[in-house]
């Protein structure tokens, strides 16, 4: 079974940046998407990319700062977070969608990472 496994996540102050990387243990020919979660809250969408990279969609809240990219070669996508706030405060999943364009909802992804957390400090 395909296996999702982010790094990256950390500590970092507020008007920072940081990447997150999402290597997957098989070949990727589906869109791949970052969701973010935080206590008490839904798992909600961040940003996603389709199959071959060509198309791209993010979250009002994070565009214009947040870069997602692929490279299927290495069977990874990345998350470049930039201008971060107290608001981006989160733990951040990756996802394998089961289509190959992009959508948005958490149903429409089949396999999930373990979360890596980030936290904006001010």
């Known amino acids: 079974q395909m296996q999702l496994v982010e790094s990256g996540g950390g500590l970092v102050q507020a008007g920072g940046s940081l990447r997150l990387s999402c290597a997957a243990s098989g070949r990727t020919f589906s869109t791949m998407g970052w969701f973010r979660q935080t206590p008490g809250k839904e798992r909600v969408f961040v940003a996603a990319?389709?199959?071959?990279?060509?198309?791209?969609d993010y979250a009002r809240s994070v565009k214009g700062r947040f870069t997602i990219s692929r490279d299927n070669a290495k069977n990874t996508v990345y998350l470049q977070m930039t201008s971060l706030n107290s608001e981006d405060t989160a733990v951040y999943y990756c996802?394998?969608?089961?289509?190959?364009?992009?959508?948005?909802?958490?149903?429409?992804?089949?396999?999930w990472g373990q979360g890596t957390q980030v936290t904006v400090s001010s």
């Open positions: 990319i389709s199959w071959n990279g060509g198309t791209t």
């Open positions: 996802a394998l969608g089961k289509y190959g364009s992009i959508r948005y909802a958490r149903n429409d992804y089949d396999y």
